[in-house]
């Protein structure tokens, strides 16, 4: 029975003495403290955002998937060129239909050519 207590207890320190040769070791430690990941591939915030970037842009993984706020920033980005260019497209439609309103009425206006008549 002793002999079992002292295999116990010669267990434990060997564990404690590697926990702490591990993880006490200070900045020289074995295991350094890992940094937490951040997005790396930042939508560019100089320019629009192109197709390439979409594909290009890679989520770091966090304990539970992705980390929501580098998601929330990448999706409301994405969501705020796309209203720009909805706002764009539908100002360039409006100024095409009123172009084309006002080229059919001048062309309405416009009196028919007339045809020189022959003269007798």
Do not use: C
């Not at 197709?51 to 890679?58: F, G, M, Y």
């Not at 409006?94 to 309405?108: C, D, V």
Request: charged share 25%; no cysteine.
């Amino acid at each position: 029975m002793v002999m079992f207590l002292f295999l116990v207890l010669a267990l434990a320190v060997v564990v404690a003495a590697v926990t702490l040769a591990v993880v006490g070791g200070g900045a020289n430690a074995p295991l350094p403290e890992a940094a937490p990941e951040h997005l790396w591939d930042v939508l560019p915030p100089d320019r629009p955002v192109n197709r390439a970037d979409v594909d290009d842009l890679r989520f770091p993984l966090a304990a539970r998937g992705y980390r929501m706020a580098d998601v929330d920033d990448a999706l409301g980005r994405l969501g705020a060129e796309l209203a720009e260019r909805d706002a764009r497209i539908a100002d360039l439609e409006s100024a095409l239909a009123g172009a084309r309103a006002a080229a059919a009425h001048l062309s309405m206006d416009k009196p028919a050519p007339r045809r020189e008549e022959e003269q007798p």
